[in-house]
T-cell receptor, first 112, second 113 residues
Framework: RKEVEQDPGPFNVPEGATVAFNCTYS??????FFWYRQDCRKEPKLLMS???SGNEDGRFTAQLNRASQYISLLIRDSKLSDSATYLC?????????????FGTGTRLLVSP | DAMVIQNPRYQVTQFGKPVTLSCSQT?????MYWYQQKSSQAPKLLFH???????NEADTPDNFQSRRPNTSFCFLDIRSPGLGDAAMYLC????????????FGPGTRLTVL
């Protein structure tokens, strides 16, 4: 079983739609949680950190449920520029640094 | 201004011919990481340096080595590339300790002929 699991998609949505991605992780000791965005053939870039209390950044809302080991990302009012792969990432403490474990990503395609 | 720089962006090598990928950073971060990302797969950590201390992941093949001559530079050496080593190689840096964001370079796409 993969440590971080995501639906690979693709999710095809029209502009303006709301779309939600989910992710589960298997290591209950994981301490930090993130969503990264990766455009085709580019490097991953941090989209937002995820906290148990939930956090929002403009059109993006992330939520963490530690009891269920479940992370979500909600994108409202989708834009064409949101088309990308969204990587769910968990961070595990490992002798003074944070080891990131990436999911394989969920691909989003926003169409006009 | 680029903070994590990788050279070259595209590298073609022949089966079995050693290749070196380069990463440099202007952030003065303690930690430098090398990840391998194959097509449609998650980035996978190969190893990292915490200052001068090298830390290899348990499942990283011996074929992969790394050098960090100073804070700014880190190299990935692939001693005998196989067809299965074709991938995007991502360098990242962070401050030491937990909860510090990792900053990724643009990656080097390696093709093995």
């Amino acid at each position: 079983r993969k440590e971080v699991e995501q639906d690979p998609g693709p999710f095809n949505v029209p502009e303006g739609a709301t779309v939600a991605f989910n992710c589960t992780y298997s290591n209950s000791a994981s301490q930090s949680f993130f969503w990264y965005r990766q455009d085709c053939r580019k490097e991953p870039k941090l989209l937002m950190s995820v906290y148990s209390s939930g956090n929002e950044d403009g059109r993006f809302t992330a939520q963490l449920n530690r009891a269920s080991q479940y992370i979500s990302l909600l994108i409202r009012d989708s834009k064409l520029s949101d088309s990308a792969t969204y990587l769910c990432v968990v961070g595990n403490e490992n002798t003074g640094f944070q080891k990131l474990v990436f999911g394989t990503g969920t691909r989003l395609l926003v169409s006009p | 201004d680029a903070m994590v720089i990788q050279n070259p962006r595209y590298q073609v090598t022949q089966f079995g011919k050693p290749v070196t990928l380069s990463c440099s950073q202007t952030l003065n971060h303690n930690v430098m990481y090398w990840y391998q990302q194959k097509s449609s797969q998650a980035p996978k950590l190969l190893f990292h340096y915490y200052d001068k201390d090298f830390n290899n992941e348990a499942d990283t093949p011996d074929n992969f080595q790394s050098r960090r001559p100073n804070t700014s530079f880190c190299f990935l050496d692939i001693r005998s590339p196989g067809l299965g080593d074709a991938a995007m190689y991502l360098c990242a840096t962070s401050r030491g300790g937990q909860y510090n964001e990792q900053f990724f370079g643009p990656g080097t796409r390696l093709t093995v002929l």
